[in-house]
C-alpha cells in the first residue's frame, strides 16, 4: 500500500473509478481502524455506572437512537459532507486548517516570512470577490493580536488533544479486545490475565515502530475489512434471530423517552455514548493520504452501515437478555461457536486501529515541530519509497510508557473511556471553530453560514463535551493535564523561539562589515565551502561575526543557508531554493533560503550539499547572462528596504534542469505579514550545465557540475562567469564546513516573573534537553563547527 504515490492524490475528478475504489479499501486500514472497533466498548462504558439496563428496554433503545443520530451528524454529515472540503492542497488536520487561514488572514506568528513565499504554486491564495461582513471579520481577526495568540493556542490544544488520544485510543482499543477473554474464564484468572496480555500487546507494538508500518501495511486494510464484515454480519444475525423490530430505535423520540427516565443520569451517560465517533478526525487528518472520494466511498457505502448494523444487533440481543444488565459486553451478543475467531480478529483490528493513531502521531508532533511549536526531535523516515512513514523514537517510547502506565492504573473500561471521549470531544470542537473560520475567510460564504456551521455541530460537541467533564474525577483528569503539560511546552518553545529570531534580527551585522574583512586585517580566506546556518533571510547574522572575531579566517565559497518552513503543505523542489549574492560576485558570497512545507521530508545531508552546489552553480550563470537592471534607491515602502538598497542583490528561484525556469525576487524580510508584490518574470535557467560523475581509485565526493572549458567566447562577462564556477567546483572538491550557532538564551533585567520563568526555566531546559539543531539539519558531526552566542531577549 503505497501511501505516498503522489499519481494517485489529485483531485477526485482526475480519479479513474478504478483507482478511487482501490484507495478506498486501502483506507479502510489507516483511516478507519479506530472507528471500526468502537463497538466493542461503547455500550460498556455507558452502562458502567450512570445508567442500567431494565425490561423496558427504553435504554437500549435510547442509547441505540443516540448512537444512530451522533454516528449520522458528525462523521457523515459533518466530516465527509463539509470538512474534508476543507483541505490545504489535499492536506487536512489541524494544522492544514490553521495554514489555510493563515494564508488569507495575517495572523500567522511564524519568523522569517517573505513576499516570495505567496508566488509558491501550492500557496494557491486565490484574490476572492470582497464581501463587507467576511472582510469585517478579517479585519478584525488581523487587527488584534491577542486574537493571533489566542488563535494558535486553540491550534495547540488541538493538537494536544490529538496527541493524548494516542495515549488513550491504544489502550481502550486493545484493552477491549482483550477483555473478550473474560467468558472463557473466571473473574479471578480474568484480572490477572487482561491486564498483562494488554501490556505485552502494547510493547510489542512500540517496539516495533522503527521498523515502519510499511512492511506489513498491506495486511492492515484486509483485516479491517474482514472485522467489518463480521461486525456487520453478526449484527444482522442478532436483529433477525432476537428482535427484527429494532430499527423503530432510530427514531429521535426514543432520545426523548431516554432522557425523560433517565434525566441527569441519562446525560451523564452521554460520556460513553460519544465514544462511537472515536477516530473519526481520522478521515479529515490522513485526507492526504487518499483522496476525497475514496474516503466518502468507504465511510458511506462500508463502515457507516456496518458500524449501524453492529450497533443495531447488540441492542437487539440486549433487548432479550435482561439478566445481563451488571455484564453488558460486545462479545456477549456473539455466539460462542465463533466467539474465538472474532476475538482473534477484534485484537488485531485494534492493534491496525492502534498503528493508526501513533502513526499520526508522529505525523502531527513533526508539523508541529516544523511550524516551531515543538522541541527539536529526531524524525526517522522508515520508507524512502512511501511518504509519511515516519519514526520518532523520544514520543514513541514516551508513548508506550504512558499507556502501560494508563492500562495499569485504570484497569477498567468506564476509565479509561471517560479519559478518552473528552480526548476525543476537544479535538472534535477545535476543528469545528476552525471550520467555521475556513467557511468565512477562505470559502468566502457569509458569516452566518460559518456561526450557523458553528451553533449546530458546536452545541452537540459542547453537549458531549460536558458529560464527559463531570467525569473529571474518573478518568477524565488525565487528557486535561496532558493537554495543559502539552500546550505549556509547545507555547513556551514558539516563545522562545520568536524572541530569538528577533533578537536576531535587531543584532544582524550590515554588509558593508563583510566587505571590510579583508587581508589588511589578517582575514584569510581557507578552502572549501562554508554553510553558515541561520534564521534570518537577510544580513549578515551576528552568530559568523563573533566566528570571525574569534578566529580569522572563513571559507573561500560562503554560503549563508536559513532552512525554513512556510505555512503550505509541499513546496515543489523545484521551487525550494531560493539563491542570491550576499556583494559583489568577486566576494564569493551567498545566501541560500530552503524552504519546506510542514509535511515535507528533510534531505539527507548528501544529496542536500550536492543539490545546494548545483543550484548555486545554476544561479551563477542565471545572474551573468540576466544582468540586474538598476533600481530606484529611493524605492522604499512601509520601512522595508529594496535589496539593492540594503546591499544584497535579488534573489532568484533556482529549480531543477527538468523544471527549467527561474524566477527573480527581491530580498525583503520583516516580523509582519506582507502581500504580494506582483506576478514575477519568468526566464529559461540554464540549460548546458551537466552532471559530471568523478571515478578516482578512492571515493570521492559526486561532482553535480562541470565547467566548459570549450566556450568560444572570449567576452569579460564569460571569462568572470567560467572563473567563478573553476572556484566553486574547487571549493566543493576541497569539502564543506557546516557552520551552526549554539545558544543560550537570558531575559533581560527588569523582565516579568512571567517572562524569567518561561525563557530562563522553562525554555533553556528544554533546549538543553531536546536535539540540537545538528540532528534536525543531518548534520555530520566531523564537518560542524558550534559558534556559542548568548542571546539577551
Same mark, same amino acid.
Given at each position: 500500500?503505497?501511501?505516498?504515490?503522489?499519481?494517485?492524490?489529485?483531485?477526485s475528478?482526475?480519479?479513474?473509478?478504478?483507482?478511487?475504489?482501490?484507495l478506498?479499501?486501502?483506507?479502510?486500514g489507516?483511516?478507519?481502524?479506530?472507528?471500526?472497533?468502537?463497538?466493542?466498548?461503547?455500550?460498556?462504558?455507558?452502562?458502567?455506572?450512570?445508567?442500567?439496563?431494565?425490561?423496558?428496554?427504553?435504554?437500549?433503545?435510547?442509547?441505540?437512537?443516540?448512537?444512530?443520530?451522533?454516528?449520522?451528524?458528525?462523521?457523515?454529515?459533518?466530516?465527509?459532507?463539509?470538512?474534508?472540503?476543507?483541505?490545504?492542497n489535499g492536506?487536512?488536520?489541524?494544522?492544514?486548517?490553521?495554514s489555510?487561514?493563515? +494564508?488569507?488572514?495575517?495572523?500567522?506568528?511564524?519568523?522569517?516570512?517573505?513576499?516570495?513565499?505567496e508566488?509558491l504554486?501550492t500557496?494557491k491564495?486565490?484574490? $476572492?470577490?470582497?464581501?463587507?461582513?467576511? #472582510?469585517?471579520?478579517?479585519?478584525?481577526?488581523?487587527?488584534?493580536?491577542?486574537?493571533?495568540?489566542?488563535?494558535l493556542?486553540?491550534v495547540?490544544?488541538?493538537?494536544?488533544?490529538?496527541?493524548?488520544?494516542?495515549?488513550?485510543?491504544?489502550?481502550?482499543?486493545?484493552?477491549?479486545?482483550?477483555?473478550?477473554?473474560?467468558?472463557?474464564?473466571?473473574?479471578?484468572?480474568?484480572?490477572?490475565?487482561?491486564?498483562?496480555?494488554?501490556?505485552? @500487546?502494547?510493547?510489542?507494538?512500540f517496539?516495533l515502530?522503527?521498523?515502519?508500518?510499511?512492511r506489513?501495511?498491506?495486511?492492515?486494510?484486509?483485516?479491517?475489512?474482514?472485522?467489518?464484515?463480521?461486525?456487520s454480519?453478526?449484527?444482522?444475525?442478532?436483529?433477525?434471530?432476537?428482535?427484527?423490530?429494532?430499527?423503530?430505535?432510530?427514531?429521535?423520540?426514543?432520545?426523548?423517552?431516554?432522557?425523560?427516565?433517565?434525566?441527569?443520569?441519562?446525560?451523564?451517560s452521554?460520556?460513553?455514548?460519544?465514544?462511537c465517533?472515536?477516530?473519526?478526525e481520522?478521515?479529515?487528518?490522513?485526507l492526504?493520504?487518499?483522496?476525497?472520494?475514496?474516503?466518502?466511498?468507504?465511510?458511506?457505502?462500508?463502515?457507516y452501515?456496518?458500524?449501524?448494523l453492529?450497533?443495531?444487533?447488540?441492542?437487539?440481543?440486549?433487548?432479550?437478555?435482561?439478566?445481563?444488565?451488571?455484564?453488558?459486553?460486545?462479545?456477549?451478543s456473539?455466539?460462542?461457536?465463533? +466467539?474465538?475467531?472474532v476475538?482473534?480478529?477484534?485484537?488485531?483490528?485494534?492493534?491496525?486501529?492502534?498503528q493508526?493513531?501513533?502513526?499520526?502521531?508522529?505525523?502531527i508532533i513533526?508539523?508541529?515541530?516544523?511550524?516551531?511549536?515543538?522541541?527539536?526531535?529526531?524524525?526517522?523516515?522508515?520508507?524512502?519509497?512511501?511518504?509519511?512513514?515516519?519514526?520518532?523514537p523520544e514520543?514513541?517510547?514516551i508513548?508506550?510508557?504512558l499507556?502501560?502506565?494508563?492500562?495499569?492504573?485504570?484497569?477498567?473500561?468506564?476509565?479509561?473511556?471517560?479519559?478518552?471521549?473528552?480526548?476525543?470531544?476537544?479535538?472534535?470542537?477545535?476543528?469545528t471553530?476552525?471550520t #467555521?473560520?475556513?467557511i468565512?475567510?477562505?470559502?468566502?460564504k457569509?458569516?452566518?453560514?460559518?456561526?450557523?456551521?458553528?451553533?449546530f455541530?458546536?452545541?452537540i460537541?459542547?453537549?458531549?463535551?460536558?458529560a464527559?467533564?463531570?467525569?473529571?474525577?474518573?478518568?477524565?483528569?488525565?487528557?486535561?493535564?496532558?493537554?495543559?503539560?502539552?500546550?505549556? *511546552?509547545?507555547?513556551i518553545w514558539?516563545?522562545?523561539?520568536?524572541k530569538?529570531?528577533?533578537?536576531?534580527?535587531?543584532?544582524k551585522?550590515?554588509?558593508?562589515?563583510?566587505?571590510?574583512?579583508?587581508?589588511?586585517?589578517?582575514?584569510?580566506?581557507?578552502?572549501?565551502i562554508?554553510?553558515?546556518?541561520?534564521?534570518?533571510?537577510?544580513g549578515?547574522?551576528?552568530?559568523?561575526s563573533?566566528?570571525?572575531?574569534?578566529?580569522?579566517a572563513?571559507?573561500?565559497?560562503? *554560503?549563508?543557508?536559513?532552512?525554513?518552513?512556510?505555512?503550505?503543505?509541499?513546496?515543489?523542489p523545484?521551487?525550494?531554493?531560493?539563491?542570491?549574492?550576499?556583494?559583489?560576485?568577486?566576494?564569493?558570497?551567498?545566501?541560500c533560503?530552503?524552504?519546506?512545507?510542514? +509535511?515535507?521530508?528533510?534531505q539527507?545531508?548528501d544529496?542536500?550539499?550536492?543539490?545546494l552546489?548545483?543550484? @548555486?552553480?545554476?544561479?551563477?550563470?542565471?545572474?551573468?547572462?540576466?544582468?540586474?537592471?538598476?533600481?530606484?534607491?529611493?524605492?522604499?515602502?512601509?520601512?522595508?528596504?529594496?535589496?539593492?538598497?540594503?546591499?544584497?542583490?535579488?534573489?532568484a528561484?533556482?529549480?531543477?534542469s527538468?523544471?527549467?525556469?527561474t524566477?527573480?525576487?527581491?530580498?525583503v524580510e520583516?516580523?509582519q505579514?506582507?502581500?504580494?508584490?506582483?506576478?514575477?518574470?519568468?526566464?529559461?535557467?540554464?540549460?548546458?550545465?551537466?552532471?559530471?560523475?568523478?571515478?578516482?581509485?578512492?571515493?570521492?565526493? +559526486?561532482?553535480?557540475?562541470?565547467?566548459d572549458?570549450?566556450?568560444?567566447?572570449?567576452? $569579460?562577462?564569460?571569462?568572470?562567469?567560467?572563473q567563478e564556477?573553476?572556484?566553486l567546483?574547487?571549493?566543493?572538491?576541497?569539502?564543506t564546513?557546516?557552520?551552526?550557532?549554539?545558544?543560550?538564551?537570558?531575559?533581560?533585567?527588569?523582565?516579568?516573573?512571567?517572562?524569567?520563568?518561561?525563557?530562563?526555566v522553562?525554555?533553556?531546559?528544554?533546549?538543553?534537553?531536546?536535539?540540537?539543531?545538528?540532528?534536525?539539519?543531518?548534520?555530520?558531526?566531523?564537518?560542524?563547527?558550534?559558534?556559542?552566542?548568548?542571546? *539577551?531577549?
Amino acid at each position: 500500500m503505497d501511501l505516498g504515490d503522489k499519481t494517485c492524490w489529485g483531485n477526485s475528478k482526475k480519479d479513474t473509478w478504478r483507482t478511487t475504489l482501490v484507495l478506498a479499501y486501502q483506507s479502510l486500514g489507516v483511516v478507519y481502524g479506530d472507528l471500526s472497533i468502537s463497538p466493542i466498548y461503547v455500550y460498556t462504558s455507558t452502562f458502567a455506572e450512570d445508567i442500567h439496563h431494565s425490561e423496558t428496554n427504553e435504554e437500549i433503545f435510547g442509547v441505540l437512537s443516540f448512537v444512530f443520530w451522533t454516528l449520522t451528524l458528525v462523521p457523515l454529515f459533518k466530516y465527509v459532507f463539509i470538512v474534508l472540503r476543507a483541505d490545504d492542497n489535499g492536506e487536512g488536520g489541524t494544522f492544514a486548517l490553521y495554514s489555510l487561514i493563515c +494564508r488569507h488572514v495575517k495572523v500567522s506568528l511564524l519568523p522569517n516570512r517573505q513576499t516570495a513565499d505567496e508566488s509558491l504554486s501550492t500557496y494557491k491564495l486565490k484574490q $476572492p470577490p470582497k464581501r463587507e461582513n467576511g #472582510s469585517k471579520v478579517k479585519t478584525l481577526l488581523e487587527k488584534h493580536k491577542t486574537l493571533h495568540t489566542a488563535l494558535l493556542i486553540l491550534v495547540l490544544l488541538g493538537t494536544c488533544m490529538v496527541i493524548g488520544d494516542g495515549v488513550l485510543t491504544p489502550v481502550i482499543s486493545v484493552f477491549s479486545a482483550v477483555s473478550g477473554l473474560e467468558l472463557s474464564m473466571s473473574k479471578a484468572h480474568h484480572e490477572y490475565a487482561v491486564i498483562p496480555i494488554t501490556c505485552f @500487546i502494547l510493547v510489542c507494538l512500540f517496539a516495533l515502530q522503527h521498523y515502519g508500518s510499511h512492511r506489513i501495511g498491506f495486511i492492515f486494510a484486509p483485516i479491517v475489512l474482514l472485522w467489518l464484515l463480521c461486525l456487520s454480519g453478526l449484527g444482522l444475525y442478532n436483529i433477525l434471530y432476537w428482535d427484527p423490530h429494532v430499527y423503530k430505535a432510530l427514531s429521535p423520540y426514543y432520545m426523548y423517552k431516554f432522557l425523560k427516565k433517565t434525566k441527569t443520569r441519562g446525560w451523564m451517560s452521554l460520556g460513553g455514548i460519544l465514544l462511537c465517533i472515536t477516530g473519526s478526525e481520522a478521515m479529515f487528518a490522513d485526507l492526504g493520504h487518499f483522496s476525497y472520494a475514496a474516503i466518502q466511498i468507504a465511510f458511506t457505502f462500508l463502515v457507516y452501515p456496518a458500524l449501524i448494523l453492529g450497533y443495531m444487533g447488540q441492542a437487539a440481543y440486549l433487548s432479550k437478555h435482561h439478566q445481563m444488565a451488571h455484564e453488558i459486553s460486545y462479545y456477549v451478543s456473539v455466539p460462542a461457536s465463533v +466467539r474465538w475467531p472474532v476475538i482473534v480478529i477484534a485484537i488485531l483490528a485494534s492493534v491496525v486501529g492502534s498503528q493508526a493513531i501513533i502513526s499520526g502521531t508522529f505525523s502531527i508532533i513533526n508539523q508541529s515541530q516544523s511550524l516551531g511549536c515543538f522541541p527539536r526531535v529526531k524524525v526517522v523516515h522508515t520508507s524512502d519509497k512511501k511518504h509519511g512513514q515516519i519514526y520518532i523514537p523520544e514520543i514513541n517510547w514516551i508513548l508506550m510508557i504512558l499507556c502501560i502506565a494508563v492500562t495499569i492504573g485504570f484497569r477498567d473500561t468506564k476509565h479509561m473511556g471517560n479519559a478518552s471521549g473528552l480526548a476525543v470531544m476537544a479535538v472534535m470542537m477545535v476543528t469545528t471553530c476552525l471550520t #467555521s473560520l475556513v467557511i468565512v475567510l477562505c470559502w468566502n460564504k457569509p458569516p452566518i453560514l460559518g456561526l450557523c456551521f458553528l451553533l449546530f455541530f458546536g452545541s452537540i460537541e459542547l453537549l458531549y463535551f460536558s458529560a464527559s467533564l463531570v467525569k473529571f474525577r474518573e478518568g477524565a483528569w488525565l487528557p486535561i493535564l496532558l493537554a495543559l503539560i502539552l500546550v505549556t *511546552v509547545m507555547f513556551i518553545w514558539h516563545y522562545g523561539t520568536t524572541k530569538k529570531y528577533e533578537y536576531d534580527l535587531q543584532n544582524k551585522v550590515s554588509l558593508e562589515w563583510l566587505l571590510a574583512l579583508g587581508s589588511s586585517l589578517g582575514i584569510s580566506r581557507v578552502p572549501g565551502i562554508g554553510l553558515v546556518f541561520t534564521d534570518l533571510t537577510s544580513g549578515i547574522p551576528a552568530n559568523f561575526s563573533r566566528f570571525v572575531t574569534n578566529l580569522p579566517a572563513f571559507h573561500r565559497i560562503l *554560503v549563508f543557508v536559513c532552512v525554513k518552513f512556510v505555512p503550505v503543505p509541499f513546496v515543489p523542489p523545484a521551487e525550494r531554493y531560493l539563491i542570491g549574492r550576499v556583494g559583489p560576485s568577486s566576494l564569493r558570497s551567498y545566501r541560500c533560503i530552503v524552504r519546506y512545507g510542514y +509535511r515535507d521530508v528533510h534531505q539527507d545531508v548528501d544529496s542536500f550539499e550536492s543539490e545546494l552546489v548545483n543550484r @548555486i552553480a545554476e544561479f551563477i550563470r542565471y545572474d551573468w547572462t540576466h544582468p540586474e537592471p538598476a533600481s530606484d534607491p529611493g524605492n522604499e515602502d512601509n520601512g522595508f528596504q529594496s535589496a539593492t538598497s540594503s546591499g544584497e542583490c535579488r534573489l532568484a528561484v533556482i529549480g531543477s534542469s527538468d523544471f527549467c525556469a527561474t524566477r527573480a525576487i527581491d530580498s525583503v524580510e520583516s516580523l509582519q505579514q506582507i502581500s504580494v508584490s506582483g506576478s514575477f518574470q519568468t526566464v529559461q535557467s540554464v540549460a548546458d550545465i551537466i552532471d559530471v560523475e568523478m571515478n578516482p581509485p578512492v571515493k570521492t565526493r +559526486r561532482v553535480t557540475f562541470a565547467v566548459d572549458d570549450h566556450s568560444d567566447s572570449d567576452e $569579460p562577462e564569460d571569462l568572470q562567469m567560467r572563473q567563478e564556477l573553476e572556484d566553486l567546483l574547487d571549493a566543493q572538491q576541497s569539502g564543506t564546513a557546516f557552520i551552526l550557532g549554539h545558544s543560550h538564551v537570558k531575559t533581560k533585567q527588569g523582565s516579568s516573573v512571567w517572562k524569567r520563568l518561561a525563557i530562563n526555566v522553562g525554555y533553556n531546559f528544554l533546549r538543553r534537553n531536546c536535539r540540537g539543531p545538528d540532528v534536525v539539519l543531518k548534520v555530520p558531526p566531523v564537518s560542524m563547527l558550534e559558534v556559542g552566542m548568548v542571546y *539577551v531577549v
